[in-house]
């Protein structure tokens, strides 16, 4: 039942994609191109995005367990770190050079070489940075 779940909301947030236009990496690169041909039609999209969101907290929240779980599982780390701050970066540069954010690529994967490249290059840094993150655990020793 979770993954079709799953599979039906994938299905309506790829919808919404292909239907606000932000599958086309030139809508999301015209959002950035303040100067020229600049397109707020993104900042709309992430404000739907935005007030959907508050809502469903609320009305989740309300709730005293998640329907398809046993419990509520919320990340209980609050401070920004490295890692954060440099995938973040890492992440917005990307999105900025391609016109892609992940999300966004997968509902248009098959339409050319252009998205092909991107999720190439997105499944590259995810094993770049796993081997990063190894080597670094493994050579930092273990506290006692």
Partial sequence: MRFLTA???????????????????????NFFDIAG??????????????????????????????????????????DLDLKLV???????????LSGFCPGGLIPVIGLGREPLITAFAIAAGIVTARWMMAQTYRDTPAKA
């Fill in 86 to 96: 440099g995938g973040s970066a890492v992440f917005g540069i990307g999105w900025g």
């Fill in 37 to 78: 041909t600049w397109d707020p039609s993104l900042a709309f999209v992430m404000g739907g995005a935005l007030l959907v969101t508050a809502i469903g907290y609320r009305l989740v929240f309300r709730m005293n367990q998640p329907v398809l779980a046993q419990a509520f599982t919320l990340p209980t780390k609050t």
């Fill in 7 to 29: 599979f039906a909301f994938g299905i309506v947030f790829g919808c919404g994609i292909l239907i606000s236009g932000m599958g086309n990496p030139a809508k999301v690169l």
